[in-house]
Nanobody
Framework: QVQLVESGGGSVQAGGSLRLSCAAS????????MAWFRQAPGDEREEVAM???????RYADSVKGRFTISRDNAKNTLYLQMNNLKPEDTAMYYC????????????????WGQGTQVTVSS
């Protein structure tokens, strides 16, 4: 069974850092475009960062300069380094995989993890 499992979430004070990981199993990880999404209560799921097969990246404006997405194809793992966290970053964070690399929004991604909670206090 294809699986994405996130880890690394937690509670941190504003200005702190966290590193999220997403371990993939039973997929050819390297051929997928991968992304991190987040969703706060009452809000829509939004793309935080995306990384293509070749390593190209894109970020939401709200996290540019603070978050870094990366991937280790040898370890089948996706990462999100989050620095200078703000209370508005509080959300459930999900990793997602898009085999076709359409990366047009949540509907493009056909494999999702269960999420890891990030809480940032002021």
């Amino acid at each position: 069974q294809v699986q994405l499992v996130e880890s690394g979430g937690g509670s941190v004070q504003a200005g702190g850092s966290l590193r999220l990981s997403c371990a993939a199993s039973r997929i050819t990880f390297s051929v997928y475009c991968m992304a991190w999404f987040r969703q706060a209560p009452g809000d829509e799921r939004e793309e935080v960062a995306m990384i293509g097969r070749g390593g190209s990246t894109r970020y939401a404006d709200s996290v540019k300069g603070r978050f870094t997405i990366s991937r280790d194809n040898a370890k089948n793992t996706l990462y999100l380094q989050m620095n200078n966290l703000k209370p508005e970053d509080t959300a459930m964070y999900y990793c997602a995989a898009d085999r076709a690399c359409q990366v047009l929004g949540p509907s493009s991604y056909n494999i999702w993890g269960q999420g890891t909670q990030v809480t940032v206090s002021s």
